[in-house]
């Protein structure tokens, strides 16, 4: 955990929160961040994240839940520099489909693909993309 609601048990995006494990990270402040999913939808393919651990949205206090917004809506507007269209996405328990029980959205860049969320392998992100869209997403 990198501030408040220790996980029961090791979580990855707390780790990368505290800057324990690497991240593509484009935007940080006190209580948030948002870095690149490391196997991504899309191209651009985002996680806004708490810096507070909480399974899903209704573990995290009030004013965790506003500033996770806040940062959404700032990432939404990197994003537009992608693609002007894109995904949000909140799964919320296993049958929902999350797999990292630390809360998150998605903020999914679409480019006029067909469904990108069918079942089927997805491509690592490459270290040279990732660092090209942490130059253009990464700036204020
Ligand atoms: P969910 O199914 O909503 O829990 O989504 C979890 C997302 O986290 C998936 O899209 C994974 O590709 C992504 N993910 C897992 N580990 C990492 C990591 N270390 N860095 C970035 N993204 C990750
Ligand atoms: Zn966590």
Same mark, same amino acid.
């Given at each position: 955990?990198?501030?408040?609601?220790?996980?029961?048990?090791?979580?990855?995006?707390?780790?990368?929160? @505290? #800057?324990?494990?690497?991240?593509?990270?484009?935007?940080?402040?006190?209580?948030?961040?948002? !870095?690149?999913?490391?196997?991504? !939808?899309?191209?651009? #393919?985002?996680l806004v994240v708490?810096?507070? #651990?909480?399974?899903?949205?209704?573990?995290?206090? !009030?004013?965790?839940?506003?500033?996770l917004? =806040?940062?959404l809506?700032?990432v939404?507007?990197?994003?537009? =520099?992608?693609?002007?269209?894109? *995904?949000i996405a909140l *799964?919320?328990? @296993?049958? /929902?489909?999350?797999?990292?029980? #630390?809360v998150h959205f998605h903020v999914?860049?679409?480019?006029?693909?067909?469904?990108? !969320?069918?079942?089927?392998?997805?491509?690592?992100?490459?270290?040279?993309? /990732? =660092? @090209?869209?942490?130059?253009?997403?990464? @700036?204020?």
């Open positions: 955990m990198s501030d408040g609601g220790a996980p029961a048990e090791p979580c990855v995006f707390c780790d990368i929160t @505290a #800057h324990r494990s690497p991240g593509y990270i484009v935007f940080e402040d006190a209580t948030t961040m948002a !870095f690149l999913d490391i196997f991504p !939808f899309t191209r651009g #393919h985002l708490p810096k507070r #651990h909480g399974a899903r949205l209704t573990d995290l206090p !009030f004013d965790d839940q506003t500033a917004v =806040r940062t809506d700032e939404c507007r990197r994003a537009e =520099r992608l693609a002007p269209d894109y *995904n *799964n919320a328990g @296993a049958a /929902a489909g999350q797999i990292v029980f #630390h999914i860049p679409r480019y006029g693909e067909s469904n990108p !969320f069918v079942s089927r392998s997805r491509e690592r992100l490459r270290d040279d993309d /990732a =660092r @090209a869209l942490v130059d253009t997403l990464g @700036a204020g």
